[in-house]
């Protein structure tokens, strides 16, 4: 009986930690970019050639861009690119540009 017992504070104990860590990558950025971004612009941010993703990584095309211009982008959507004002919140948004975006080039 005891060791029922034990094993059922266990169980309680791994789904709570399972949920916490799932909420925990809803707030991650860099959770938010790999799955939400990294298929069209790679997890380097260098883009692919071939959907015409812009380099990330490329100190011209970020001077070329003022965070306001790619917020607005973000959230209006550019084709091919979804609009993401109903997928995530204005500071997802504003962080995954001066938090992951911008990063790149650094
Ligand atoms: C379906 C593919 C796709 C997905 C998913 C996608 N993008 Fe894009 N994104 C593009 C393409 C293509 C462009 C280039 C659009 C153009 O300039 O015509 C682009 C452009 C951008 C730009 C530059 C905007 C500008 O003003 O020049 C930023 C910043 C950006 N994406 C960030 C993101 C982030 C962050 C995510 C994830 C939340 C994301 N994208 C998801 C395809 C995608």
Known sequence: MKQRGTMLAMLVGFS?????SLMA???DIQGIYKKK???CHKADGKGYEAMKTPDFT????QASRTDE????????GKAP????EKQLTPEEIKSLI???VRKFAE
């Open 25 to 27: 990558e809803e707030t």
């Open 98 to 100: 001066t938090d992951v």
């Open 81 to 84: 690119m979804p609009a993401f």
């Open 16 to 20: 709570l930690l399972t949920v916490s």
């Open 58 to 61: 490329s100190k011209e095309w």
């Open 69 to 76: 211009q790619l917020i607005e982008t973000m959230t209006k």
């Open 37 to 39: 971004c990294a298929m």
